[in-house]
Nanobody
Framework: QVQLMESGGGSVQAGGSLRLSCVAS?????MGWFRQAPGKEREGLAT????????FYVDSVKGRFAISRDNAKNTVYLQMNSLKPEDTAMYYC??????????????????WGQGTQVTVSS
């Protein structure tokens, strides 16, 4: 499995922005971001495939978060804007080796980073 390492988490006030990065040990088709808040289940946020314009978002972050990737660097990013206190969670990078049309399916992700904490204060 590919190894993943996130960075870029931190503390920010509501309305602020953060950019998360995730470096993979090798190229992999599907990459995504998930989060888990205390006492809640992990939820998928966004995915991206190598195909241009292939980002997918859940409604709760659509318009505020943007996923992108640099294939030359095996890196995926999550730009988070207009952050809210309810965005506070541990954020995880994830990956799966699958055909590009399967990338939006959060259920198939099987490689995970260690997580990076995001805390948004009101």
């Amino acid at each position: 499995q590919v190894q993943l390492m996130e960075s870029g988490g931190g503390s920010v006030q509501a309305g602020g922005s953060l950019r998360l990065s995730c470096v993979a040990s090798g190229y992999i088709n599907c990459m995504g971001w998930f989060r888990q808040a205390p006492g809640k289940e992990r939820e998928g946020l966004a995915t991206i495939s190598p195909v241009a314009g292939s980002a997918f978002y859940v409604d709760s972050v659509k318009g505020r978060f943007a996923i992108s990737r640099d294939n030359a660097k095996n890196t995926v990013y999550l730009q988070m804007n207009s952050l809210k206190p309810e965005d506070t969670a541990m954020y995880y990078c994830a990956a799966r080796s699958a055909s590009y049309w399967l990338c939006p399916d959060f259920r198939g992700y099987n490689s995970w980073g260690q997580g990076t904490q995001v805390t948004v204060s009101s």
